[in-house]
Nanobody, 123 residues
């Protein structure tokens, strides 16, 4: 069974930084692209970033491009999201996802999801 566990969320002031981690168990990590999505209160879940199996390919939502960096360590079965220059509008529950054949911005392409970690950015 595949499990994804996010960590690293918290409360930070605008302009600050956080690093989210997604620890994966199971074989899925070694053969799938992965992604980060987020959901703010009262809003639909939205794409944040995705990364290819090798880590050589990345894709970002326009709203986070230049501020967030996605990476993965296949030896450690862990994916990261480095978030800099955080804004209040980045406040959301952040979810990691796995199981897609390619680094997609469409959440329907992912089979496995973590439980989410809360990120709150104060102004």
């Amino acid at each position: 069974q595949v499990q994804l566990v996010e960590s690293g969320g918290g409360l930070v002031q605008a302009g600050g930084s956080l690093r989210l981690s997604c620890a994966a168990s199971g074989r899925t990590f070694s053969y799938s692209a992965m992604g980060w999505f987020r959901q703010a209160p009262g809003k639909e879940r939205e794409f944040v970033a995705a990364i290819s199996l090798s880590g050589g390919g990345t894709y970002y939502a326009n709203s986070v491009k230049g501020r967030f960096t996605i990476s993965r360590d296949n030896a450690e079965n862990t994916m990261y999201l480095h978030m800099n220059a955080l804004k209040p509008e980045d406040t959301a529950v952040y979810y990691c996802a796995a199981g897609s054949a390619y680094y997609s911005d469409d959440d329907r392409h992912y089979d496995y999801w973590g439980q989410g970690t809360q990120v709150t950015v104060s102004s």
